[in-house]
C-alpha cells in the first residue's frame, strides 16, 4: 500500500526557535496533503490544506505565519511551527491522497511528537 | 459546519461480546472513513464507505453506511484483546476536497 513518511518523529526544542517538520508520499503523487495536530486524548483536528505549487488553505482559526506550510514538489510538505511556544507540543500528522487513484483512500503518516519547552 | 459526533466515547467490553460504535454527521456526505488508532501512534486505516448502504467487513469489525440517516456504524463481532484501540471516524467535508472531519474517537478496551 501507499506509504507517507514524516521526519522526524520526535523533537524537543526550545521556547522561540522554530522547527520544521516533513511529509514525503514514498511511492505515490500527492497534488494535495493534509496537516492535523491532536492533543492527549482527542480528537485529530484539521490545520491546514497543503497545496502543490500554490498557498496553502488554513483552517478557521490556525495562523497561517505561526504554522508555515510549502508544498515544493508531488512528493513533499513541510510543516514550520515559528516561535513555539508551549502551547504548541502536539502530535502531529500528515496525510495524503494518491493524485491518480480514485479510490479516496487517504494515507497517514507515522506523526511527529512536539515538545516545546 | 459539518459536525461529526461518536458514541460512546469509552466503551469496555468482555472478550467474546458484541457491540456497535456510532458515528452520526450533521451534513450530506457520501464519504465515511473508519481508522484505528493505537496509543502513541498515527492512524490505521479500516474502511472507506462511498455509498448509501455500503457495508464492508474485515475479520471482526464490520462497517456500514446510511447516508439518508446520516450515519455510519462499526460493529465489532466476539471481541478480542487485540481490539483494544481507539476508533475514529471521519467525514469529507465537501465533496471529494479530501479534507476530513474526525468524531471524537472511541476508546475501546476489550477485557480478558
Known amino acids: 500500500g501507499a506509504v507517507v513518511s514524516q521526519h522526524p518523529s520526535r523533537v524537543i526544542c526550545k521556547s522561540g526557535t522554530s522547527v520544521k517538520i516533513e511529509c514525503r508520499s514514498l511511492?505515490?503523487?500527492?497534488?494535495?496533503m493534509f496537516w492535523y495536530r491532536q492533543f492527549p486524548k482527542k480528537s485529530l483536528m484539521l490545520m491546514a490544506t497543503s497545496n502543490e505549487g500554490s498557498k496553502a488553505t488554513y483552517e478557521q482559526g490556525v495562523e497561517k505565519d505561526k504554522f508555515l506550510i510549502n508544498h515544493a514538489s508531488l512528493t513533499l510538505s513541510t510543516l514550520t511551527v515559528t516561535s513555539a511556544h508551549p502551547e504548541d507540543s502536539s502530535f502531529y500528522i500528515c496525510s495524503a491522497r494518491d493524485a491518480r487513484r480514485t479510490s479516496y483512500e487517504q494515507y497517514f503518516g507515522p506523526g511527529t511528537r512536539l515538545t516545546v519547552t | 459546519e459539518l459536525k461529526v459526533e461518536q458514541n460512546p466515547l469509552f466503551l469496555s467490553m468482555q472478550e467474546g461480546k458484541n457491540y456497535t460504535i456510532y458515528c452520526n454527521y450533521s451534513t450530506t456526505s457520501d464519504r465515511l472513513y473508519w481508522y484505528r488508532q493505537d496509543p502513541g501512534k498515527s492512524l490505521e486505516s479500516l474502511f472507506v464507505?462511498?455509498?448509501?448502504?455500503a457495508v464492508k467487513q474485515e475479520g471482526r469489525l464490520m462497517a456500514s453506511l446510511d447516508t439518508k440517516a446520516r450515519l455510519s456504524t462499526l460493529h465489532i463481532t466476539a471481541a478480542v484483546h487485540d481490539l483494544s484501540a481507539t476508533y475514529f471516524c471521519a467525514v469529507d467535508a465537501s465533496s471529494n476536497t479530501g479534507k476530513l472531519i474526525f468524531g471524537q474517537g472511541t476508546t475501546l478496551q476489550v477485557k480478558p
Open positions: 511511492d505515490f503523487q500527492a497534488t494535495t
Open positions: 464507505l462511498l455509498s448509501n448502504g
